[in-house]
């Protein structure tokens, strides 16, 4: 009854082109932003902060970028926590020796070292495909993993492999509450995010979505499969480089060698599949999930009062999460987002849905 | 047809002259080169092991499992924690009946609900699979690092050691897992062809909607497979368990495998095998002969080169050869 269209009409071709059609959602977006704003600040606790919305923030990030790639380019990565990581030791490096230079401008210089790094290891893309993809991708993810634990400059010469990073200083102002790390980060998020949205509805993403849909017909029809398959690769590694020095530097603040490791690839690959593939709304949806999960199979047997010793717990907890994912998988292959998508159809028929 | 691809001639020619040169420049004794060597064959062999698992299943199912890693420690844990309250051959007949029971059970409650979804859907599925059985083997078995006793002699034997300065040093145990590995072979190549069911799973191998269409059913031979693919994991297991003894890294194992069945091919056993022959003694060769060196020239914290050579390697491979050493060659048609 509230959420419909009728009676808006589109009179002008900005109108059409417009990223959000219908003013309902115009609307809640706004409100959902101004609520993230201006109200959490002053609602949600430390604990909240730390542990929940700033992984959350950076997470989503990340998502978006691997989403880029798998889920509108169509070629599978299993190896993109290996680009955080040369985001953030790209960002350790440039701040430890141009100490002069902009943090955002660092985190933008991160972001074109990974894109670069991206690219190289997306050339195999150009000759395998699917599954075999997927796997040479590992090796992006254990060259890298090794890089950074053995060769010493990068972690300039430290004797224990980990590094540590000061607060984020901009224009004067010091990143170093919750609140304003999750204030800043929120920005950046929300840039990112229309950046992504504008790039996949625009003549690249239909490129890459082209790609993804049958990779031969899309070379006959006139693209270019090298400037298609470079271009996603280097810009998911983009968002993925961005999203690792901000791990590192607001969420970490010091992290060791193995921080970036196949376990948090795995994550990014577990938040789009089950955010939904080749949805930025998914992004969100399954870094959330992939965030609150563990946290709440942690706390479930302290709620349940159930005394079981913790190795015990952290099996059990491996074992829902395994069947959570199946589930899922089973249940919505398209992930959450479709869930999403499937609600707002029914409210636009609601209460008459015939 | 090999002669004519120059690009497989010279990345054979080069790994052929990185294998001879610690030997030719006389970096190492050919009584240790020789050691490392069959190090390197023996590692593969158990590569080779876990890499048939892979192999066998997506040949007749077109999954990737990756939980066959977890299928290993999970078979290797039964094996051990079953034997310490029985014989060890009653404890790998009861893991085997384990492991169809698991087949069974994925068959059933994972892959019939998701019949026709896209490779990666399936991907993500055996990751589940992955997770559910780490937690769930160690909560069944307990966590700790569990031993296996085959019963064969652990210290080494010298062997020529008139015909080198030094000698060899060889496992018998080592021996034991290359014999267990070629009879498994054996077998299977045999059941493959020879029997009613194996010529029922190539069919399925070679196209599911044939092969239902003329009375094959397709449920019953995804669990075979999956049955198999559990043996094979157990062997696997036993092996590994009783090297290394049984514990959570037993599951990395299948990362270790990845690069094998790339390079041997998604859907040739044959190419897991020698895919993983190949990788076992690269890898070995270059920890021992590249990695110092590397250590030196770019002041590293220490080698470790092991980690990734196999992928780079199979990396390199796949950049001349996609389909793998015997993949079946792939035509994309519009």
């Given at each position: 009854m509230l959420y419909r269209e009728n009676g808006q009409f589109k009179s002008s071709y900005a109108a059409d082109l417009q990223m959000l059609p219908i003013a309902q959602d115009r609307w809640f977006v706004l409100v959902l932003v101004l609520f993230a704003f201006l109200a959490v600040p002053f609602l949600a606790s430390d604990y909240l902060f730390l542990s929940i919305l700033i992984p959350f923030l950076i997470?989503?990030?990340?998502?978006?970028?691997?989403n880029l790639l798998v889920g509108y380019c169509g070629q599978i990565s299993i190896g993109h926590a290996a680009f955080m990581a040369v985001g953030a030791y790209a960002a350790y490096n440039l701040v430890l020796r141009l100490p002069q230079l902009n943090f955002l401008i660092v985190l933008l210089l991160a972001g074109f070292i990974a894109a670069g790094v991206g690219m190289l290891f997306g050339i195999p893309s150009l000759r395998i495909k699917g599954l075999y993809l997927a796997v040479a991708t590992l090796a992006?993810?254990?060259?890298?993993?090794?890089?950074?634990?053995?060769?010493?400059?990068?972690?300039?010469?430290?004797?224990?492999?980990?590094v540590s990073t000061a607060p984020v200083?901009?224009?004067?102002?010091?990143?170093?509450?919750?609140?304003?790390k999750y204030v800043f980060l929120l920005a950046l998020l929300i840039v990112f995010t229309v950046l992504a949205k504008n790039l996949v509805r625009g003549h690249i993403g239909r490129e890459w979505m082209a790609m993804r849909d049958m990779d031969v017909a899309a070379e006959v029809i006139g693209i270019r499969p090298v400037y298609a398959k470079l271009t996603a690769f280097a810009i998911s590694a983009f968002y993925c480089g961005v999203a690792g020095a901000l791990w590192g530097f607001v969420h970490l603040g010091s992290w060791e060698p193995l921080a970036f490791n196949l376990t948090l690839s795995l994550n990014l690959l577990f938040m789009i599949i089950i955010g939904g593939m080749g949805s930025l709304l998914g992004c969100y949806f399954g870094a959330a999930f992939i965030v609150i999960l563990p946290i709440l199979l942690d706390q479930a047997p302290l709620w349940l009062g159930v005394g079981i010793s913790t190795a015990t717990a952290s099996h059990l907890a491996f074992m829902i999460f395994g069947a959570l994912i199946v589930f899922f998988l089973i249940v919505e292959p398209h992930g959450l987002a479709r869930l999403w998508a499937i609600g707002k159809e029914k409210l636009r028929l609601w209460p008459f849905p015939h | 047809m090999l002669a004519r691809n120059w690009p497989v001639m010279l990345l054979t020619a080069a790994l052929m002259i990185g294998l001879v040169l610690p030997l030719a420049t006389k970096a190492s004794p050919p009584g240790f080169y020789i050691e490392v060597l069959l190090g390197g064959l023996m590692a593969g062999v158990l590569y080779s092991l876990v890499a048939m698992g892979f192999a066998l299943i997506f040949k007749a199912s077109g999954v990737f499992n990756f939980a066959q890693g977890a299928m290993v420690l999970f078979a290797a844990l039964a094996v051990a924690r079953l034997a310490e309250q029985m014989p060890l051959a009653v404890a790998v007949v009861l893991a085997f009946a384990i492991m169809v029971v698991l087949a069974w059970l994925i068959e059933r409650l994972v892959l019939r609900p998701l019949v026709n979804q896209e490779g990666v859907a399936l991907l993500m599925a055996t990751l589940g699979v992955t997770y559910f059985l780490d937690g769930f083997g160690?909560?069944?078995?307990?966590?700790?690092?569990?031993?296996?006793?085959?019963?064969?002699?652990?210290?080494?034997?010298?062997?020529?050691?008139?015909?080198?300065?030094?000698?060899?040093?060889?496992?018998?145990?080592?021996?034991?897992?290359?014999?267990?590995a070629a009879?498994?072979?054996?077998?299977?190549?045999?059941f493959f062809q020879k029997t009613s069911t194996g010529r029922a799973l190539r069919a399925v191998a070679d196209d599911h909607q044939a092969a239902q269409s003329i009375g094959i059913p397709l449920n019953r031979i995804w669990v075979i497979?999956?049955?198999i693919a559990g043996l094979v994991a157990l062997v696997a297991g036993i092996m590994w368990g009783a090297k290394l003894g049984v514990q959570f890294s037993v599951s990395q194992v299948a990362l270790k495998a990845l690069p094998v069945v790339i390079l041997g091919g998604f859907t040739s056993v044959n190419g897991a095998i020698l895919g993983g022959l190949i990788i076992g003694v690269g890898e070995k060769m270059a920890e021992v002969f590249l990695g110092p060196v590397m250590v030196k020239m770019f002041d590293l914290a220490?080698?470790?080169?092991?980690?990734?050579?196999?992928?780079?390697?199979?990396?390199?491979?796949?950049?001349?050869?996609?389909?793998?050493?015997?993949?079946e060659k792939h035509i994309d048609r519009v």
């Open positions: 997470l989503t990030i990340a998502a978006i970028g691997l992006a993810q254990f060259f890298i993993d090794w890089l950074f634990a053995r060769v010493k400059w990068f972690t300039n010469h430290s004797t224990s492999g980990s200083e901009l224009f004067g102002w010091i990143v170093d509450t919750p609140v304003e | 160690q909560t069944l078995w307990g966590s700790d690092i569990y031993k296996i006793e085959l019963g064969i002699a652990k210290e080494p034997v010298m062997i020529l050691d008139n015909v080198f300065q030094g000698g060899i040093l060889v496992n018998k145990e080592d021996f034991a897992a290359a014999l267990v009879l498994l072979v054996t077998a299977l190549s045999v497979v999956w049955s220490g080698g470790g080169i092991e980690n990734w050579f196999a992928y780079v390697l199979a990396l390199l491979f796949l950049l001349v050869r996609p389909e793998g050493l015997f993949g």
